[in-house]
Nanobody, 124 residues
Framework: QVQLVESGGGLVQAGASLRLSCAAS????????MGWFRQAPGKEREFVAA????????DYADSVKGRFTISRDLPKNTVYLQMNSLKPEDTAVYLC?????????????????WGQGTQVIVSS
């Protein structure tokens, strides 16, 4: 049984940094792509970042390129999202997802398992 547990969210001021963690159990992250998505109130789920099964390739939404970095720790079976220079428009619930395939993808339909999410609020 696959479980994904996110942590690290919180309330910060614009310009601050946060690091989100996603601890996976039930399947090794070295075999599948992992992704981060976010959903703000009244908006659709939005792709943020993804990393391939090998860790050799990543993908980012244009809105976060240069500010966010996805990484992983295989021994801990954990994926991270380092978020720098946060903006109020980054406010959302951030969800971790485990992919169906090995290559990273911005499409939610290519992810089979989802965490419950962690709230990020960025004040201006």
């Amino acid at each position: 049984q696959v479980q994904l547990v996110e942590s690290g969210g919180g309330l910060v001021q614009a310009g601050a940094s946060l690091r989100l963690s996603c601890a996976a159990s039930g399947r090794t992250i070295s075999r599948v792509a992992m992704g981060w998505f976010r959903q703000a109130p009244g908006k659709e789920r939005e792709f943020v970042a993804a990393i391939s099964y090998s860790g050799g390739s990543t993908d980012y939404a244009d809105s976060v390129k240069g500010r966010f970095t996805i990484s992983r720790d295989l021994p801990k079976n954990t994926v991270y999202l380092q978020m720098n220079s946060l903006k109020p428009e980054d406010t959302a619930v951030y969800l971790c997802a485990m992919g169906r395939y090995g290559l990273e993808s911005p499409r939610p339909r290519n992810y089979d398992y989802w965490g419950q999410g962690t709230q990020v609020i960025v004040s201006s």
